[in-house]
């Protein structure tokens, strides 16, 4: 498997890098007896990509998963990527896991790789000999690609990455798991794929397969009111439920569920959670006026719902924003393409905060009073 590994900035501070682990490559293998609640989107977005008529200008079309962090996006991109429909339908595929640096040609020389030869290496970074290798490849060849985890938001660097993509047959797909719909934008995705959260029993099935290697709580019925305490205070991100239940791992222990039911998310044992580093990278790329407009939303309570028109009051109160409609609406719109924000299934003007990101937005906004932790975080 292609990959583009990502570390940590170099200029992290010490009390950051207990929460922060390398992010790991992709595996490609997504082990379906594992995944719950999912099958409805593989369908629908398989049929949406394979019949789609659309070409883009990239010289593929370009489709879009977009959701926030842990929400299940490069899962669904894995079920989708090893479907049988898939398998047998193109010509050349290939999975590259991006992140945050979007280099070209870094990106190019993991898409020429093949995962079948990993000895076989392109060292250099002549990127018109790497564009005309890549391009060679794809001559009228039927490509599928994956890009995993973009981040990248300049045109040109994706104009540039395109080149090559020109040569390939009609019918060719790019994928893209994005957390930020601005990406997708860019790229001029196709009816971008906004993947939503699980269901309650789902989650509880994903914490159950974890916690106890089963699907359900049969052998150990006594742990099933608090197992499912935990699961619903994942609230649908799966992600959560896979850590929760990764932490409880062949401990049937109800003193110890319990204690995990009540913990926060940065309580948990820093050596086994993923969570707040998965959602302090998403923080980690907002600008800076953004993250104290964020941060200033640590004040609302889970699950409250507000309007548009509060947040900008609450915003002007604490100087953080001119006094102009076009502005505050900007921030706004901001954070909620990049999935801070999500409107509420009650009302469709009001909008709240997922349980995990309020206790983001607590956290960033404590870490604002230590100046020197808040230097060594961002």
Same mark, same amino acid.
């Given at each position: 498997?292609?990959?583009?590994?990502?570390?940590?900035?170099?200029?992290?501070?010490?009390?950051?890098?207990?929460?922060?682990?390398?992010?790991?490559?992709?595996?490609?293998?997504?082990?379906?007896?594992?995944?719950?609640?999912?099958?409805?989107?593989?369908?629908?977005?398989?049929?949406?990509?394979?019949?789609?008529?659309?070409?883009?200008?990239?010289?593929? !079309? *370009? /489709? #879009?998963?977009?959701?926030? %962090?842990?929400?299940?996006?490069?899962?669904?991109?894995? +079920?989708?990527?090893?479907?049988?429909?898939?398998?047998?339908?193109?010509?050349?595929?290939?999975?590259?896991?991006?992140?945050?640096?979007?280099?070209?040609?870094?990106?190019?020389?993991?898409?020429?790789?093949?995962?079948?030869?990993?000895?076989?290496?392109?060292?250099?970074?002549?990127?018109?000999?790497?564009?005309?290798?890549?391009?060679?490849?794809?001559?009228?060849?039927?490509?599928?690609?994956?890009?995993?985890?973009?981040?990248?938001?300049?045109?040109?660097?994706?104009?540039?990455?395109?080149?090559?993509?020109?040569?390939?047959?009609?019918?060719?797909?790019?994928?893209?798991?994005?957390?930020?719909?601005?990406?997708?934008?860019?790229?001029?995705?196709?009816?971008?794929?906004?993947?939503?959260?699980?269901?309650?029993?789902?989650?509880? !099935? *994903? /914490? #159950?397969?974890?916690?106890? %290697?089963?699907?359900?709580?049969?052998?150990?019925?006594? +742990?099933?009111?608090?197992?499912?305490?935990?699961?619903?205070?994942?609230?649908?991100?799966?992600?959560?439920?896979?850590?929760?239940?990764?932490?409880?791992?062949?401990?049937?222990?109800?003193?110890?569920?319990?204690?995990?039911?009540?913990?926060?998310?940065?309580?948990?044992?820093?050596?086994?959670?993923?969570?707040?580093?998965?959602?302090?990278?998403?923080?980690?790329?907002?600008?800076?006026?953004?993250?104290?407009?964020?941060?200033?939303?640590?004040?609302?309570?889970?699950?409250?719902?507000?309007?548009?028109?509060?947040?900008?009051?609450?915003?002007?109160?604490?100087?953080?924003?001119?006094?102009?409609?076009?502005?505050?609406?900007?921030?706004?719109?901001?954070?909620?393409?990049?999935?801070?924000?999500?409107?509420?299934?009650?009302?469709? !003007?009001? /909008?709240?905060?997922?349980?995990?990101?309020?206790?983001?937005?607590?956290?960033?906004?404590?870490?604002?009073?230590?100046?020197?932790?808040?230097?060594?975080?961002?």
């Amino acid at each position: 498997m292609a990959t583009i590994s990502k570390y940590p900035r170099s200029n992290r501070g010490e009390m950051f890098n207990k929460f922060w682990k390398r992010t790991p490559s992709t595996s490609l293998c997504a082990d379906e007896s594992f995944i719950y609640g999912r099958q409805r989107d593989k369908e629908a977005f398989l049929e949406l990509i394979l019949s789609s008529e659309a070409f883009g200008n990239c010289g593929g !079309s *370009v /489709f #879009a998963i977009v959701g926030m %962090a842990g929400v299940g996006k490069t899962t669904l991109a894995q +079920l989708v990527y090893n479907d049988h429909r898939v398998m047998n339908s193109f010509d050349f595929k290939r999975w590259v896991f991006v992140s945050d640096n979007f280099d070209v040609v870094e990106v190019t020389k993991s898409i020429l790789q093949d995962p079948e030869f990993t000895t076989r290496t392109y060292n250099g970074n002549d990127l018109d000999l790497l564009q005309s290798m890549l391009r060679g490849k794809l001559s009228k060849k039927k490509f599928f690609i994956v890009l995993d985890d973009v981040w990248n938001e300049n045109y040109k660097k994706w104009e540039i990455l395109c080149k090559p993509f020109a040569a390939g047959a009609p019918g060719s797909i790019i994928i893209v798991t994005t957390r930020n719909k601005g990406v997708s934008t860019v790229m001029d995705a196709i009816s971008p794929y906004h993947l939503n959260f699980l269901s309650n029993d789902d989650c509880l !099935s *994903v /914490f #159950a397969k974890h916690a106890l %290697a089963r699907t359900s709580f049969s052998e150990h019925p006594n +742990l099933l009111a608090i197992g499912r305490k935990i699961a619903n205070k994942c609230e649908g991100l799966p992600l959560a439920a896979i850590t929760y239940g990764g932490l409880l791992r062949t401990n049937l222990n109800h003193h110890e569920w319990t204690k995990i039911s009540e913990s926060k998310i940065w309580d948990l044992p820093e050596n086994k959670s993923n969570i707040l580093p998965t959602l302090l990278l998403s923080y980690d790329h907002l600008p800076p006026h953004l993250k104290k407009c964020f941060d200033c939303c640590s004040s609302f309570p889970k699950d409250y719902e507000f309007d548009r028109n509060e947040l900008y009051q609450l915003w002007e109160d604490k100087g953080l924003l001119p006094s102009t409609t076009r502005k505050r609406i900007e921030c706004f719109e901001e954070l909620l393409s990049r999935s801070f924000f999500e409107r509420s299934s009650h009302e469709e !003007s009001r /909008f709240v905060m997922h349980g995990l990101i309020n206790d983001l937005a607590k956290f960033t906004a404590s870490s604002s009073n230590n100046n020197n932790f808040r230097r060594d975080l961002f």
